[in-house]
């Protein structure tokens, strides 16, 4: 079983980018889901995060209201952050995350699947 994040980029600033996070051996859509982000010399920080189908509640981090929202393709079975009016400090590689236990919801006690991260560069 794995999570694949996707769609990251270079981007100028200003400009949108839409990460997609899906899954192989499992479905994303009965999980919960959080995308942290990590800069060069930095910690991992949280940016969102979305409960199951069950739930369906969004959480975005303070300091990311208003540019990014997070939301779910049934139809996909995918997982998106739409990041908007990125700001160089923007850059770092964005991870998607599960609980992988059916029915959560956010914020997950704990995190028991990572996918592999998809690098987001905002620079003119």
């Known amino acids: 079983v794995q999570l694949q994040a996707s769609g990251g980029g270079l981007v100028q600033p200003g400009g949108s980018l839409r990460l997609s996070c899906a899954a192989s051996g499992f479905t994303v859509d009965y999980y919960a889901i959080a995308w942290f982000r990590q800069a060069p010399g930095k910690e991992r920080e949280g940016v969102s995060c979305i409960s199951s189908s069950d739930d369906g509640s969004t959480y975005i981090s303070a300091p990311f209201k208003g540019r990014f929202t997070i939301s779910r393709d049934y139809d996909k079975h995918a997982v998106y952050l739409q990041m908007n009016n990125l700001e160089p400090d923007d850059t770092a590689v964005y991870y998607c995350?599960?609980?992988?236990?059916?029915?959560?919801?956010?914020?997950?006690?704990?995190?028991?699947?990572w996918g592999q991260g998809t690098q987001v560069t905002v620079s003119s």
């Open positions: 995350v599960t609980d992988r236990s059916p029915g959560s919801s956010c914020p997950m006690a704990y995190f028991a699947l």
